[in-house]
């Protein structure tokens, strides 16, 4: 799967509102700091995976509360299953 426009997340970048309206600067698209804003991308990081679906604890309690707040993070979450199979 070609990772360039799905966030850490697994959300799909084109199709989130946050990234149209300012509010996210897309994950894979920019320079983060170290005291990074998004728990995903600095969850991420921390343990050197690309993504939420190579995790061995996918869904976490922090992630699991996310993926269910609306249909685009529904999305994402079966994107990032997918990646478990």
Not at 19 to 25: D, E, H, R
Not at 30 to 41: A, N
Request: glycine share 6%; with cysteine.
């Amino acid at each position: 799967m070609d990772m360039t426009f799905i966030a850490y997340c697994g959300v799909d970048c084109a199709a989130c509102p946050d990234l149209g309206s300012g509010k996210c600067p897309g994950c894979r698209q920019t320079v983060w700091p170290e005291d990074d804003p998004c728990p995903p991308v600095a969850c991420c990081r921390r343990k050197n995976i690309s993504c939420c679906g190579e995790c061995a604890d996918f869904p976490c309690p922090m992630m699991a509360e996310f993926y269910d707040e609306s249909d685009s993070h529904r999305a994402a979450r079966a994107r990032m299953e997918s990646l478990r199979v």
